[in-house]
């Protein structure tokens, strides 16, 4: 009984980010990041946000974003920053581009950075049979 695998132990700042989430908005040439983060702290606290988006598997311009958000409350808040992403590449099977946001996180002490990957596609949903009489 007891420890007898691995232990990996992971130390986060007071204020930092829990997940990141990323939704493609392609008809609008652009993405919507949602950013969560987690303050475990017991008061609110300054939050800086600074986005970045590069390609993953090819080359692309870089697109950044920077600004302070409203402040963490305690526990679980979530910021959605909307940038731009012009001439994006979409991802296909056939061509799976995909691009990589990197989050960094200022708050009153150390920083956390994050990152994640995502492809640029969307599916519709078709209600009214077309032609050949299909849905979907």
Not at 14 to 38: G, M, N, T, Y
Not at 79 to 87: A, H
Request: with cysteine; proline share 7%.
């Amino acid at each position: 009984m007891g420890i007898h695998r691995p232990v990996h132990l992971e130390i986060r700042p007071v204020v930092h980010i829990q997940d990141i989430f990323v939704r493609p908005l392609c008809k609008e040439s652009a993405v919507e990041v949602r950013v969560e983060v987690f303050n475990c702290g017991s008061s609110p606290a300054e939050v800086k946000l600074t986005l970045e988006i590069q390609g993953k598997n090819f080359s692309a311009g870089t697109v950044e974003w920077a600004g302070a958000m409203a402040d963490a409350d305690v526990g679980t808040n979530q910021y959605r920053i909307r940038m731009e992403l012009p001439g994006f590449r979409t991802w296909t099977p056939a061509e799976p581009f995909l691009y990589d946001v990197h989050v960094r996180l200022e708050s009153s002490g150390m920083p956390d950075l994050r990152r994640q990957h995502f492809g640029m596609r969307s599916f519709e949903v078709v209600e009214s049979p077309g032609e050949d009489g299909r849905r979907g």
